[in-house]
């Protein structure tokens, strides 16, 4: 197995003192993987993204990132040291352009000519429309947008609160397939996802949340495969690892 980048021992945070959302997660994200959590509505996944995002303060518990404490240290900092933030929602700027949503995801890189090079040749689609308002894109292209903007500070983590909500199957699942080929690339993904069948082909290990404490975790073929995950998150249906 490859070795831990991101580890969650113990978590408990929440956005208000005294009134836990997360009550003693734990969590492992391995390098050049995909590591998927999924759950219920208000199971508090989002909660964790923004806990190891440094968005809410973890009150009990610690991350640790390659080794290094990274608990509660702030956004920026975290930017820095290589970890990359997808939020679910308000992830671009819809009344700039494609081009200078990127040069704002920009500012801060020390090579950006080159990195916006590299990204624009990654991403063709966004490349033909850099003139054009971000608001104008498709949905699945405002996600390319977006996961390119988190592109843009070279992170060796990077963290998707459901890149794929909203979007046509197909959209979604042209999302899912472009953090395989990230994950191919040595860029390890930790994955919120409610398209659970999709994000479970493609991820590697898969954690379950309820009410803010870990259920399972186990590999996302086994996952796939498990009756009883089949029931509660897959429709009833026991379906086949492709
Ligand atoms: N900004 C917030 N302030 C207070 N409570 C919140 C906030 N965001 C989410 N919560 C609460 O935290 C719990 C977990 O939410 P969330 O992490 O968004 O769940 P999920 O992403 O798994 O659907 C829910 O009970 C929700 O109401
Ligand atoms: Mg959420």
């Known amino acids: 197995m490859s070795e831990i980048v991101l580890q969650a021992n113990d978590v408990t945070a929440g956005y208000v003192p005294d009134l836990p959302i997360l009550r003693g997660v734990s969590l492992t994200a391995r390098l050049g993987q995909i590591t998927l959590i999924i759950g219920p509505n208000g199971a508090g996944k989002s909660t964790l993204i923004k806990a190891i995002s440094g968005l809410i303060p973890v009150s009990e518990g ?18 820095a040291r290589g970890i990359a933030y997808v939020p679910q929602t308000d992830n671009i700027f819809r009344s700039l352009t494609i081009r200078q949503n990127l040069d704002l995801a920009l500012r801060r890189s020390a090579s950006a000519k080159d ?3 590299r990204l ?9 429309k850099q003139r054009d308002k971000a608001g104008t894109l498709s949905g699945g292209q405002r996600q390319f947008l977006a996961i390119a903007m988190a592109l843009a500070s070279e992170p060796r983590l990077i963290l998707m609160d459901e890149p ?10 042209e999302v899912l397939e472009h953090t395989r080929a990230l994950a191919r690339q040595g ?3 930790l994955l919120v996802e409610q398209n659970v069948k999709q994000a479970l082909r ?10 803010g404490r870990n259920q399972v975790d ?17 429709g009833g249906k026991r379906v086949g690892a492709k």
Do not use: M, W
Not at 62 to 79: A, K, M, R, V, W
Not at 166 to 173: V, Y
Not at 218 to 234: C, K, M, P, T
């Open 62 to 79: 610690s991350i640790t990132f390659n080794g290094n404490d990274i608990t509660s240290i702030p956004t920026e900092q975290l930017t």
């Open 115 to 117: 990195t916006l090079t």
């Open 120 to 128: 624009l040749d990654q991403f063709p689609a966004l490349a033909d």
């Open 164 to 173: 794929s909500a909203g979007l046509s199957p197909k959209a979604a699942q």
């Open 187 to 189: 860029v390890s993904i």
């Open 202 to 211: 493609l991820a590697d290990h898969c954690f379950i949340l309820a009410e």
């Open 218 to 234: 186990g590999s996302a073929r086994d996952l796939l495969n498990d009756r009883v995950v089949g029931e509660i998150y897959l």
